[in-house]
C-alpha cells in the first residue's frame, strides 16, 4: 500500500514498491573504498617491479649474443688468416688480407673487440669481447674470451654466459 507521500508525488503503486528497500538496508552507496584501491595498487606495482627486473635480466642476456657471435667470427676469420699466412694476427678491424675485417664494437655496440697474441711466434691468440655503455650493467659477464684452442671464458664468473 503506497504511503501519502508517495500518492501525492504521483507515484503508482508498482513504482513505489520498487522504490522500497529491505529491512536493515541503509541509504549508503555501493563501491569499492579507499583502502581497497590503494591495496590494489599496492598489488600491481609489486607485480610490475618483479615483471620489469625480469625482463631487463632478460635483456642483458640476449645482448651477450652480440658479444658471442663477434668472437665466434674472430676465431672463424683468425683460422682463415692462419691457414693463409702462417701466423695469427692481432688486428681486429682492418680488411684482410691485413686483418681480420671484424668491426669494434660489435654490430649493435654492447662490446668492443681486442685481439692478443703471442708477440714473437704468434701461433696463439686471445680475443676478449668486453661490456660497454648499458650492457656494464651484467656484472656477471663483463667479459667474454675465447682463445687459438677454442678455450671459452668469461669474467667475473664463467656460469652461463656462453649460452
Known sequence: MPTRAEVAAGLSPQQAGAQQRAPG????MRGMTLIELMVVLVIVAILSTLAVGSYRRYVLRANRTDATSALLRIQVAQEKYFLQNNTYTTDVTDP?????????????????????????????????????????????????TIDDQGLRNSAPSTTDCWR
Do not use: E, H, M
Open 25 to 28: 538496508d541503509s541509504n549508503r
Open 96 to 144: 684482410s688480407p691485413a686483418g681480420l675485417g671484424v668491426t669494434s664494437p660489435t654490430p649493435r655496440g654492447f662490446y668492443t673487440l681486442a685481439v692478443a697474441g703471442a708477440p714473437a711466434i704468434a701461433t696463439s691468440f686471445k680475443a676478449t669481447a668486453t661490456a660497454t655503455g648499458t650492457q656494464t650493467q651484467d656484472t656477471s659477464c663483463l667479459t667474454l
